[in-house]
T-cell receptor
Framework: DGGITQSPKYLFRKEGQNVTLSCEQN?????MYWYRQDPGQGLRLIYYSQIVNDFQKGDIAEGYSVSREKKESFPLTVTSAQKNPTAFYLC????????????FGSGTQLSVL | RKEVEQDPGPFNVPEGATVAFNCTYS??????FFWYRQDCRKEPKLLMSVYSSGNEDGRFTAQLNRASQYISLLIRDSKLSDSATYLCVVSRSGGSYIPTFGRGTSLIVHP
């Protein structure tokens, strides 16, 4: 079954702790994105990657880091520098040009203990 | 001015009503336009792409007005199951495809 798998579904972070959110895809898409959604708000872009071994900051990258060592995987680390990490995090891939649709994982709800 | 703006609503309509949402965008070089549907605490799902010529999918019609820089979504014969948040998505120009989301418009369809 083709798709995007995000894990865990729920995650709790203690103050000062780094946590990593997983995003795996088997759609063979080059482009991947991480978004953050706060209640009643739209999605804001954290980081994106157009191809393996390359990624760029989005609008709200401070306090976050990513890697793209494999096409299938784009993990997001929420560092202790992110002072307000409580949010719903969504990973997405984009189908190739001429189609350019976004496909989303089911999201991770991150909360601070 | 935000890059993509939507009226957050909520739009509260009875079953069978026709409802329309607009979304304005600020970057005149934007290239791709979509409507996504998001249920509470779920991932967004593509509802429809928006083309210059307008497009229809059953009860849903989407239109693009490049001159005025807005896109619209019309839902006819609203169903209870249409209750959701509708997100407008616009891609930026400049070589990298970067989808930008509006904050969404909440629709509540009541019996």
């Amino acid at each position: 079954d083709g798709g995007i798998t995000q894990s865990p579904k729920y995650l709790f972070r203690k103050e000062g702790q780094n946590v990593t959110l997983s995003c795996e895809q088997n759609l063979n898409h080059d482009a991947m994105y991480w978004y953050r959604q706060d209640p009643g708000q739209g999605l804001r872009l954290i980081y994106y990657s157009q191809i393996v071994n390359d990624f760029q900051k989005g609008d709200i990258a401070e306090g976050y880091s990513v890697s793209r060592e494999k096409k299938e995987s784009f993990p997001l680390t929420v560092t202790s520098a992110q002072k307000n990490p409580t949010a719903f995090y969504l990973c997405a891939t984009r189908s190739p040009p001429a189609n350019e649709k976004l496909f989303f994982g089911s999201g991770t709800q991150l909360s601070v203990l | 001015r935000k890059e993509v703006e939507q009226d957050p609503g909520p739009f509260n309509v009875p079953e069978g009503a026709t409802v329309a949402f607009n979304c304005t965008y600020s970057n005149s070089a934007s290239q791709s336009f979509f409507w996504y549907r998001q249920d509470c605490r779920k991932e967004p799902k593509l509802l429809m792409s928006v083309y210059s010529s307008g497009n229809e999918d059953g009860r849903f019609t989407a239109q693009l007005n490049r001159a005025s820089q807005y896109i619209s979504l019309l839902i006819r014969d609203s169903k209870l199951s249409d209750s959701a948040t509708y997100l407008c998505v616009v891609s930026r120009s400049g070589g990298s495809y970067i989808p930008t989301f509006g904050r969404g418009t909440s629709l509540i369809v009541h019996p």
